[in-house]
């Protein structure tokens, strides 16, 4: 690692950092290193991971980290949802333009390889795609249901597991969870998808009595998402039987692909926090081509 940046600092050093100094830095500065964090972007490396916050819209900054970088013909990993869910068509002209690959697989379903396995199938024998994306909304869904706890007292534990988003609202009102279907759509549909496409709903909303009516029937809700074969899109609190495929628990995820050949595809796993983010990081640094 050549580089490392933070809000308002970086590392940079082309003989290599030491990221546990940095971050022992970070503990006592604030920062991880004394440098401007715009020269991480300057600096002498041969992939750029972003991992900055997930923002709406024009996705800033990691989309302008990202342009630099494709620019430079670097590789791209990314973890931050917003440039390939908002800015997906700009993101791969600027790949196409130059040498560099971007890989996304962190941006959905964390650890699991949802990203990976639709390229190994071929996006083209893949017609739909739903599932539970959102480890937080899982989270206050499954422990809503199993403890009676209330709702803001199920959040705060969620955010203190490190796998509620920098800003909540966008794990409970569903924009997570839609960004990640808007992903998925991109790379089933070779593009033209953001968050305006997908027509979403949260779980703000579902009251505990709810839970509990529910499962007085065998039942339970889950935040799903889905990418129909229409190609529309849309996120929202749906009833599913306690055994189903679909009621994953906790911080998991599941994603269900319909597939032509292999029929319907079930992959299930930790959906969310930082050791299971970096997990799918790496796998992605792993399948880079040498520059
Ligand atoms: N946590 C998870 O389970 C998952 C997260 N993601 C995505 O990964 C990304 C990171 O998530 P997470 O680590 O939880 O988020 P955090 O909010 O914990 O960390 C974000 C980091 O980005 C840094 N940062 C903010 N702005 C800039 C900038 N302009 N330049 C350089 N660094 C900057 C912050 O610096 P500082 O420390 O100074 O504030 C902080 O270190 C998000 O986009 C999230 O959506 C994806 C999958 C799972
Ligand atoms: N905040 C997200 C992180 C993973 O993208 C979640 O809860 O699923």
Known sequence: ????????????????IDAEAALEHK???????????????????????????????????????????????????????????????DVMALADAGAGEVRFEATVGGAIPVIATIEGMDP????????????????????????????????????????AEADP?????????????????????GGGYSLDDVDVQGIRDVPSSALELA?????????????TAD??????????TEHDTLAVTGTQNIVQLETTNAGRLNISGRGAGGPETASAVLADVGRLPER
């Open 27 to 89: 503990e006592r500065v604030g920062s991880v290193g004394e440098a401007d964090a715009a020269a991480a972007l300057g600096a002498d490396y041969d992939c750029l991971v972003e991992a900055t916050p997930t923002t709406l819209g024009d996705a800033h900054p990691g989309f302008e980290h990202v342009e630099a970088a494709l620019e430079r013909d670097r590789h791209v990993v990314l973890a931050n949802k917003g440039p390939v869910a908002e800015r997906y068509d």
């Open 1 to 16: 690692m050549t580089a490392f940046a933070d809000s308002t600092g970086a590392a940079v050093d082309a003989d290599g």
């Open 169 to 189: 609202t966008f794990d409970v009102d569903g924009t997570d969870a839609a960004l990640k279907c808007a992903i998925l759509a991109n790379v089933l549909h």
């Open 215 to 227: 499962a007085e029937d065998g039942r339970t809700v889950r935040l799903i998402g889905e990418v």
């Open 231 to 240: 190609g529309d899109v849309r996120v929202g609190p749906r009833l599913v």
């Open 124 to 163: 083209s024998h893949v017609t739909a795609a739903r599932g539970v994306l959102n480890g937080t909304a899982n989270f206050v869904l499954s422990r809503m249901a199993a403890e009676g706890l209330g709702y803001e007292h199920v959040l705060a534990e969620a955010q203190d597991l490190g796998v």
